[in-house]
């Protein structure tokens, strides 16, 4: 069921920028999600994709959400859905945009997600960061900005997520020491960065075949740091196609040492997860922390 008040805030939306009355014609629940509650609607003024959640939970999530699907459009690059409206409706905040419509996948589909990608990773910022924090799923990210890379991945990555993970003894102090430890290498282990526009959560739940058959990024978490970090989470839960990284090394090539780097970047995602989901994650962070 979707609270009246939302349904209220989208007929309000259209209903203000046309003649045309504007109507709910039905609506179904999309399942896939993790945070939030998801539906397409069917209006009078088209087909649309619909995330609320508790306003009070989460301040402007949608909104940053929004902002992040802004960059990513703006870089003209990949394709990401539009954004008609991120606003706030008695208890709750939603998300309005484009539905995204399934076509099977073209031939060429993973050389454009390559070459896509590559793209928007040839969009440089001068520093590392945002400036301003979104959301990583559900739990913030800060993204004040650095000029070190490491000084970044470190304190704006790794220890929010270790002293959420502290507090919610979730991890020991024994991991604590490991993760130290990592942060004591990582100067001989990152190459100095010079930062790009990022997706940022770019795990393969969080695209979609669009209607012409090609790839459709939604759910970003974006900022300005190192490509690797989108690199490496294609590879968390099930990698992607190979044609994917073969064609995204031509146009953008990876650095020497990069796939000794995907383990460690994804610590941060996994740590998220931890937060978010419980301990099934503590033995990836644990075996990959072992290593260093
Ligand atoms: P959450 O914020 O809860 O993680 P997602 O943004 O991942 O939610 O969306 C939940 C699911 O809805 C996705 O897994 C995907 O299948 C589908 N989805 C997301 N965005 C769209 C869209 N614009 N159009 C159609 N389906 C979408």
């Known amino acids: 069921m979707i609270p009246p008040a939302i349904l209220e805030g989208i ?10 009355p504007a109507q709910i014609l039905s609506f179904h629940p999309v399942s896939g999600g993790s945070i939030n509650q998801a539906f397409q609607i069917k209006t009078n003024h088209g087909n649309f994709f619909l995330k609320y959640n508790d306003a009070s939970r989460f ?28 606003a706030e409706a008695g208890k709750h905040s939603f998300l309005l945009m484009e539905f995204i419509n399934s076509a099977p996948m073209k031939d060429d589909f993973w050389d454009d997600f390559g070459k896509s990608l590559a793209a928007l990773h040839s969009h440089k910022a001068e520093k590392i960061g945002l400036g301003h924090d979104n959301f990583m799923g559900s739990l913030v990210q800060q993204n004040n900005f650095h000029e070190s890379w490491i000084t970044f991945f470190i304190e704006e990555r790794l220890e929010p997520q270790v002293k959420h993970a502290l507090e919610k003894n979730a991890i020991s102090k024994t991991d604590i020491l490991a993760f130290e430890r990592l ?6 282990i990152f190459p100095k960065v010079s930062p790009t526009l ?31 970090i989108d690199i490496a989470m294609t590879t968390l839960f099930g ?54």
């Not at 939306?13 to 046309?18: A, I, T």
Request: hydrophobic share 35%; proline share 5%.
């Open 183 to 188: 942060y004591q290498k990582l100067g001989d």
């Open 59 to 86: 301040p402007l999530m949608f909104q940053k959400e929004a902002k992040g699907l802004e960059l990513l459009r703006n870089s003209g690059t990949v394709n990401v859905p539009e954004v008609l409206l991120a």
């Open 239 to 292: 990698g992607f196609n190979q044609r994917f990284y073969e064609v995204y090394n031509r146009h953008n090539p990876l650095e020497k040492g990069w796939q000794y780097r995907l383990d460690i970047y994804n610590l941060y995602p996994l740590m998220i997860h931890l937060n978010l989901f419980g301990g099934g994650y503590l033995g990836a962070v644990r075996r990959i922390l072992g290593g260093f």
């Open 11 to 20: 007929t309000g939306f259209f209903q203000s920028g046309s003649n045309q």
């Open 198 to 228: 990022l997706h940022g959560d770019l795990w393969s739940g969080n695209f979609m075949v669009n209607h012409q058959g090609k790839p459709c990024l939604f759910d970003p978490a974006v900022y300005y740091g190192h490509p690797e």
